[in-house]
């Protein structure tokens, strides 16, 4: 369908809406499915009238123009508002051509993240502690909620993992780029002879499911209560209150034992099975839609070295857009973090915006 056909029809569907939503006989049930229509169209709709109200005025302009009789003054004002409306079109079209993109239905939902090092030992162990810094603090400028699940740390100051839960509005939107491997090339304060190392941590996004996302059956799961510890073995609590789930059909594994309480060290493992389930779900149908999705700006592969922080130039570098910065502090402290999601949100809108034409 072309473009402007597309445009036609939902104003039809939203005008046929209004008509249904004002017929006296209408049930509840029909009521309910009409309203959430009506208004998940309402904002399109508006989009598309401002759209074609802009087409009209330049219409209108162009005949002013055309016409050999017009005044002087008359013809600067028309060439005005032509020059206004070349401007105004490409954004409203746009605009437009977004609001018709498919919804990435998790995109509003909560996240949860999970940091861990890879290669390069304690270097990588730090690098994963200070990812998993940078995210909180990104966290806390966007007025989210960062809720520690686990930290599996050295004694030294770093993380072999951890994770936690963030709610907000858009979490997962603005964090799903995210996933894969961050490579750090720096000076290690341990290194006596000033070699640059490189060392890597790998970032997992999950959106975070409710029950009606997945469901977990009793029966699937195997629950493991044991005795949690600490960096070095000693002893965190003296109770059995540590948990690990595993989920027999497809072999996930999740260990708690951050809290105290064998019961919310449960429901902390249980929140990221689901989470790791419902991922789980969307990358299979994810590569069923499409074979390229490892070429996509969105791909989420954990293999996929996306950023690399060099410490020494002080930049740090998305492979995904080829996009360079050179405040690694900024960044590392949350707030130069918003130029790479805008940057890699605007780069996966216009690939599919390419797919669409």
Avoid at 11 to 40: I, V
Avoid at 169 to 186: M, N, P, T
Wanted: aromatic share 6%; glycine share 6%.
């Amino acid at each position: 369908m072309h473009f402007s056909d597309t445009l036609d029809s939902l104003l039809r569907r939203h005008e046929e809406l209004r008509d249904n939503l004002a017929r006296p006989d209408l049930s509840g049930a029909e009521f309910s499915k009409y309203s959430k229509e009506f208004s998940e169209l309402s904002p399109i709709v508006e989009q598309i009238e401002a759209l074609k109200a802009a087409e009209k005025q330049k219409k209108e302009a162009q005949s002013l123009l055309a016409d050999s009789a017009l005044d002087a003054e008359m013809r600067a004002l028309a060439q005005e508002e032509m020059h206004a409306l070349d401007k105004q079109l490409p954004e409203l079209t746009r605009s437009v051509q977004l609001s018709l993109l498919p919804k990435d239905a998790a995109d509003e939902k909560n996240a949860i993240l999970e940091v861990r090092a890879g290669t390069g030992g304690e270097e990588a162990a730090l690098f994963a502690a200070e990812l998993f810094r940078m995210y909180q603090r990104y966290a806390a400028i966007r007025g989210w909620k960062f809720e520690v699940l686990s930290i599996s740390d050295t004694g030294i100051g770093g993380y072999k993992e951890a994770s936690a839960s963030i709610s907000g509005q858009g979490v997962f939107a603005r964090l799903k780029f995210e996933s894969g491997v961050h490579r750090v090339q720096r000076v290690p304060q341990t290194e006596a002879g000033g070699r640059i190392h490189t060392s890597a941590a790998t970032v997992a996004v999950l959106p975070e499911a409710e029950e009606v996302d997945v469901q977990i059956e009793e029966k699937d799961l195997r629950i493991d209560v044991f005795r949690a510890s600490g960096p070095g073995g000693q002893s965190v609590n003296t109770t059995d209150s540590a948990v690990r789930i595993v989920h027999l059909p497809t072999g996930i594994t999740v260990s708690q034992q951050d809290e105290k309480s064998q019961h919310k060290n449960k429901a902390k493992a249980l929140k990221v099975l689901r989470a790791r389930l419902y991922e789980a779900q969307r990358e299979k149908a994810a590569s069923e839609r499409a074979a390229s999705r490892k070429e996509q700006v969105g791909s989420g592969d954990r293999s996929e070295r996306i950023r690399t922080y060099n410490f020494p130039q002080g930049r740090v570098t998305d492979h995904r857009i080829n996009l360079t910065s050179y405040n690694i502090d900024e960044v590392m402290n949350g707030a130069g973090l918003s130029a790479f999601v805008d940057a890699l949100t605007s780069a996966d809108q216009a690939q599919k915006l390419a797919e669409l034409n």
